[in-house]
């Protein structure tokens, strides 16, 4: 059994910060990418940005320049570092990763539960 546990959403004002982390944990042999993806009432789910296990990254175009992801490969936990937000990044924001378990098999994709990010004044 894998578990992804998503934190640090909230309510911020436009132009503020918030960090989101997320942490894996359960029956875990290894893990390749781990990401953030949103979704906004009434939109499909998009990417935000993932990290592979040797720190490749990759970002939406809507957030380079604002948002950092960075990982911790001995905690098993991904950060979102989200700076000059703006209210059109409000959504709920979902924690992903490719987690190969201890059973063995190839490698498979886990979802968070998901954290709300609301950008308004």
């Known amino acids: 059994q894998v578990q992804l546990v998503e934190s640090g959403g909230g309510l911020v004002q436009p132009g503020g910060s918030l960090r989101l982390s997320c942490t894996a944990s359960?029956?875990?042999?290894?893990?390749?990418?781990m990401g953030w993806y949103r979704q906004a009432p009434g939109k499909k789910r998009e990417l935000v940005a993932t990290?592979?296990?040797?720190?490749?990254?990759n970002y939406a175009d809507s957030v380079k320049g604002r948002f950092t992801i960075s990982r911790d490969n001995a905690e098993n936990t991904v950060n979102l570092r989200m700076n000059t937000l703006r209210p059109e990044d409000t959504a709920v924001y979902y924690c992903?990763?490719?987690?190969?378990?201890?059973?063995?098999?190839?490698?498979?994709?886990?979802w968070g539960q998901g954290t709300q990010v609301t950008v308004s004044s």
């Open positions: 359960g029956s875990i042999f290894s893990i390749y990418a």
């Open positions: 990290i592979t296990s040797h720190g490749g990254t």
């Open positions: 992903n990763a490719d987690i190969r378990t201890l059973s063995g098999g190839s490698y498979s994709d886990y």
